[in-house]
């Protein structure tokens, strides 16, 4: 594992090459995914919307927008794809592309959905104004990161010890960043978004639950990094995971903060969704 500034998503830290990866990003999905769709839903995706949905990892999202909401396609862009589902919905159409790069320009949509991408890039700033460019007139941009709202003085326990390590830990490995998510509402409007808008959602941890389930294989993954930062030890480890199978750690896991903004209508006639 490289360390510095040269680590990346799916490089040095979930590599799609590793066995489970998927079944990781699907254990997310599970936790996440009713607040995504319901967000999604009174945000009014529906026949005639062409979607975009970038980092899209295993494509329950686009799959959801197509098979539930009826929109008209979705292009699902991963700089690895091979997650996506075989059985392809109609209208899913997979790109496989790095949205970082200096020529990624694919096309213009009624939506831009990004979940858990923009946290684990170091140019997050200058992709949520790409994100929005990409939008017809009247579009909505809908992104979201994760929050954790874990204070610096909360008890040093082993769950919270193991968790900013881990946060250390894909900091210094891959650049993953989260103390600018909260600010996500000011950054639309700065790019010219109009009723922007914001929720938090912290699912609860349950012992044997999906959350539970992705930050134990989540620690797993990154073990090396997490020990490599001297916040803890092996048996720290060890003692974060018991708790996470625990029914009395009262540990408050990290949230998930969606913010939305729409694309002004600059010309009459363009295509409202
Ligand atoms: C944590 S997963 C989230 C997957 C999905 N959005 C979800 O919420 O279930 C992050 C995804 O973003 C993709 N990704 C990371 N960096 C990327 C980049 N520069 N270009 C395209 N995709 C990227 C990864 O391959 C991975 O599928």
């Not at 830290?13 to 839903?41: M, S």
């Not at 831009?112 to 890039?121: D, I, T």
């Not at 912290?202 to 490599?228: H, K, M, Q, S, Y």
């Not at 009262?250 to 998930?256: D, F, N």
Request: charged share 20%; net charge negative.
């Amino acid at each position: 594992m490289r360390h510095g500034d040269a680590g990346r998503y799916g490089e040095d830290a979930f590599r799609p090459e590793e066995t489970g990866e998927a079944h990781r990003i699907d254990l997310g999905a599970l936790a996440y995914d009713e607040v995504t769709t319901a967000r999604l839903r009174a945000l009014g995706t529906g026949p005639g919307w062409h979607c975009l949905d970038v980092g899209a990892g295993t494509g329950t999202v686009a799959r959801w927008l197509l098979e539930s909401a009826g929109v008209s396609s979705v292009l699902a862009v991963d700089r690895d794809t091979r997650f996506l589902p075989v059985d392809r919905p109609p209208g899913l159409v997979a790109q496989t592309a790095d949205i970082t790069a200096p020529d990624f320009d694919p096309g213009r949509f009624h939506l831009v959905h990004a979940r858990f991408v923009l946290m684990h890039l170091r140019s997050w700033r200058r992709m949520i104004a790409r994100l929005g460019s990409l939008l017809v007139p009247g579009g909505v941009l809908v992104l979201s990161d994760a929050v954790d709202l874990t204070t610096s003085s909360a008890p040093a326990t082993p769950y919270t010890v193991v968790m900013r390590a881990m946060w250390q830990a894909l900091r210094q490995t891959i650049g993953t960043d989260i103390s600018w998510v909260p600010d996500y509402p000011y950054f639309l409007l700065e790019d010219g978004l109009h009723s922007v808008a914001a929720e938090i959602h912290v699912p609860p941890l349950l012992p044997n639950g999906p959350l539970n389930r992705f930050w134990a294989d989540t620690w797993e993954r990154t073990r090396c990094a997490i020990l490599a930062t001297g916040q803890v030890d092996e048996s720290g480890i060890e003692r974060a995971l018991d708790a996470l199978s625990s029914p009395d750690s009262a540990a408050l896991s990290p949230g998930m903060l969606t913010t939305w903004g729409w694309k002004p209508q600059h010309t009459a006639g363009s295509p409202h969704p």
